[in-house]
């Protein structure tokens, strides 16, 4: 699987544990203090230099870099992390946080006069967005006709914000789950109170707000070791976390069936313990995109910053 | 994706419109013939040295070369089509063709005293079976010593069965589909009288005996123009196949949800009325390996010859 995951050691330092991630829409903030600086920026108002004035003062590349002062090891000589439209130095009126920047949300994100688009996912439906991957493309290039039109950025920020110590993904992901009390940064594990995998199931798509998903496992059977690989960390990644911590639930985003699926069913047919879930792709790793918002905001001052979750895109039948 | 698919022209001779594969099991018929053949083989008999005598003359070379002899083109100097387990010169008592040669179709194949497997897809859970893939892989070395124990061959026959003509899984699934009226070898598209998409799923569900799909498209929207890639094709063959001949529906059996699944999103939000299903890897392309047992079955008379459905992994949560 060409999706690079990088599962790095959560540090969790002073967030109140067990907390659900609250979906906290910086806008009302952001737009007061935008109107602060307004004040401000008023004319022959003195204003200081060294005051960063808040409103339009952001370009993309000046926030591009300010997210990689954070990032151990950045830039990266190889990343997927580019622009994958509008410019670097286009001025930012707003930000929109989403795993996928789908046509909805380019839209809703014009709607609320927000231009740049952070999306941990590709834009162009294939890893590097590649956009001859499939020549003569109408649905790309609509789309890229949209983002013109609006005159809309996009990022992705996929590589780094694994790459965050902790992990963006995995700590959102944790955050939302309400396990940041069970998690411990030396361990691969996640360790709960025991519970029924069918108990586990309804915890899950209670908190991380998910519909459905598919299970390989017997829903009566209790579990405490938790495997947390959101998205779509490639069977030999997800194979191989399950070989060596031999956990009683693997959680994943997404997988190749005749990889990590069947693993886990043979594994069971000889008469392993270990269940699966599939999460679903996006709204396993959503929450670490919601908390980009978090952790973004407070670095921004004045700048409206939301998050638009791209949501499932199936109905199950 | 490494999981190559090629949709070759099916070519439809002679075969009952229609009719829905019928999941024949060769077994009473093989089982006489191999009674027939035991009395003939009685020692000082007289039996003829040019009557292929059929109770244990076939090997797995054997069998495999009768196979080949049908794919244009074979044998390839690249495919994945290799012994995975047991050996060539091994003589065959006895067939099973299943999707995943799985623990418990090892298990079922060895109670009917089979001791050859034809599997569509790999054995060790990674496109080219490389036991190293995952290092010290318990259930992998678990599943070698069961063959091992039960003396069971298994074959891969993925790349070739595809460049049958027709396409062996393509053939199958449309028989079973029922759609082989609505079929026209230089056509791509499956061209149904109109239904809705909610009557296409429940269709599916009855003729393909699976329980539950992934969707995305409106239910009401009437469809005709069927694109049909079972298995997984990967996106690019996917979006181009829905870019070049914008199918009403696209049904897959596996996607990449960043790719194919964001690219229909994006299309409908974009005002196309292209829906896709995802039927899942495994019941996808079972028919084909049903088909295969009608297919083979003539060419080894005597020989038991079944197909064992490794159906779908998942429970759906």
């Known amino acids: 699987m060409i999706n690079q995951y990088t599962m790095v050691p959560l540090h969790i330092d ?29 004319p022959g108002k003195g204003l200081t230099t060294d005051l960063h004035p808040p409103e339009t ?15 151990p090891g950045a830039p990266f000589a190889h990343t997927v992390d580019t622009i994958k439209s509008g410019n670097a130095g286009q001025k930012v009126t707003g930000i929109v946080t989403t795993m996928f920047a789908t046509i909805k949300v380019i839209e809703d994100a014009a709607g609320m006069n ?6 941990h996912e590709p834009t162009f439906y294939n890893h590097e967005d590649d956009i001859h991957w499939v020549l003569h493309n109408e649905v790309l290039k609509k789309k890229q006709d949209l983002l013109q039109q609006h005159q809309i950025a996009i990022w992705r920020f996929h590589d780094y914000w694994h790459s965050h110590l ?31 995998l069918k108990e586990l199931l309804l915890q899950l798509k209670k908190n991380l707000a998910i519909n459905h998903m598919r299970v390989i496992g017997d829903p009566d059977q209790i579990c405490e070791r938790i495997a947390l690989l959101p998205g779509a960390a490639g069977g030999q990644r997800q194979i191989l976390l399950a070989e060596n911590e031999k956990p009683d639930v693997l959680i994943v985003g997404e997988v190749h069936e005749w990889e990590t699926a069947e693993y886990i069913r043979d594994a069971r047919q000889l008469g392993s313990k270990i269940s699966l879930i599939v999460l679903g792709h996006g709204v396993s790793e959503e929450p670490g995109m919601a908390w980009l918002v978090e952790w973004l905001g407070p670095k921004l001052p004045g700048l409206p910053i939301n998050h638009l979750a791209s949501g499932d895109p199936f109905i199950w039948a």
């Open 14 to 42: 002073g967030d109140e544990p067990g907390a659900l991630l609250e979906r906290r829409s910086f806008l009302a903030a952001a737009l007061k203090a935008a109107g602060a600086a307004a004040l401000l920026a008023l």
């Open 114 to 119: 927000a231009n740049f688009i952070i999306a």
């Open 166 to 196: 902790p992990d963006g993904i995995g700590y959102g992901v944790l955050k939302m789950a309400g396990w940041l009390p069970y998690y411990q940064p030396d361990k691969k594990m996640v360790q709960l109170p025991p519970l029924s």
């Open 57 to 71: 003062t952001y370009t993309v590349q000046e926030i591009i870099d300010l997210i990689l002062k954070e990032i």
